[in-house]
């Protein structure tokens, strides 16, 4: 899970509290699951400990507790190290590479580089298992031939996020 | 420093006012494998004709070996696409009713070989693809994986530094694409020959070891793999 990079995705365009940080998160993927509180304040509790992000005001009394959170420097290097290598390409990693794709146009990173590094990355990997013959068994060619069709499916995946990006770019 | 096998400088192409290329550089070195990739009409196929001198660009230059296409004569460059250059196409480009051997053995008789040698010679490169049993036949009696063979076979005949396909495998079920792409990366990996692929397919694009991708007629990025 990325959970904590997207938090610090979603702090870089400023400090926030934890509901500004649910409901930014919720913006970016309208489509999936809504991220919990408590997931949220988790998180945030993790990333502080780690020195990732900073206390900047807290006020308490009458109404809910009102924590707000800032990247700190090395939030920000982290954020942008991980934006930048592409996600290994694995059984399952999908998401993950949704998630950097979205944190990255959403952030004003470099996205169509990293949508470059992470299509190199998938292709390796297909040349990978297309040099290296499956074993002999019953099942190891079908799981094989499971894997380069996803890895494919994430290629063309790509190639259509790359050409909407780059149509924004365009038109901005 | 190696001379490249192809060196494509500043190129631009227009088809009347449409422009499908807008200068567009690139260097391909000796036994580099090059996907070339991009959306339907990004100019890939358009870049492909101009590196085979099949197309003439309105602006820049094409190097071959280090010659550039544009300073030789129509006799010298007709001969350098000759033994230089392999070109392999969608859909074999055979010359309908003659055989195999004979379509093969082709690039060589007009590069002034001897008819028994070109035979011999065509004869070899069928058995390398594979298709040695069906040398008498002719394209129509061949279904398309073993006609795009004897096009592969076509291409490497006269031993070329370079060989440009577009989308070599695009007719072809995922097996016989399979069993071909192997037959051209073989040719790039043992022989050194510089192999400039044209594809939209991922899977034929993995076997790259650089992958070049254009979006309306530029070079949008270039990875190594």
Known sequence: MATAELVLGLLSGGPAHGYDVKRGHDAWFPDSRPLAFGQVYTTLGRLERDGLVEVVEKTSGGGPDRTVYALTGKG????????????????????????KLVAAVRTGGDAAAFVARQRASHLRRIRELQDNPAEQDPTSPIVRDYIVAHLDADLRWLDGALDRISQQEVSE | MTTPALELTDIEYKYRRNVALRGVSLQINPGEIVAITGASGCGKSTLLHCAAGILTPDAGAVRVNGQELASLSADDRAALRRTQIGVVLQFGQLVPDVKLVDNVALPLLLAGHSRSEAHVQALEWLKQVGIEGEADAVPAELSG???????????????????????????????????????????????????????HDNLVAASATREIRLRDGVVQHEVVL
């Not at chain 1, 991980?82 to 059984?91: G, H, Q, R, S």
């Not at chain 2, 291409?155 to 995922?174: F, N, Q, R, Y």
């Open chain 1, 76 to 99: 920000r290097d982290h954020l942008t190290d991980w934006l930048t290598d592409p996600v290994p390409p694995a059984w399952g990693n999908a998401d993950e590479i949704l998630r």
């Open chain 2, 145 to 199: 994986g073993q006609n795009q063979r004897a096009a592969v076979a076509r291409a490497l005949v006269t031993g070329p530094s370079i060989v440009l396909a577009d989308e070599p495998t695009g007719s072809l079920d995922s097996r016989a694409g399979k069993e071909l792409l192997e037959v051209l990366v073989q040719a790039a990996r043992y022989r050194g020959t510089a192999l400039v692929m044209v594809t």
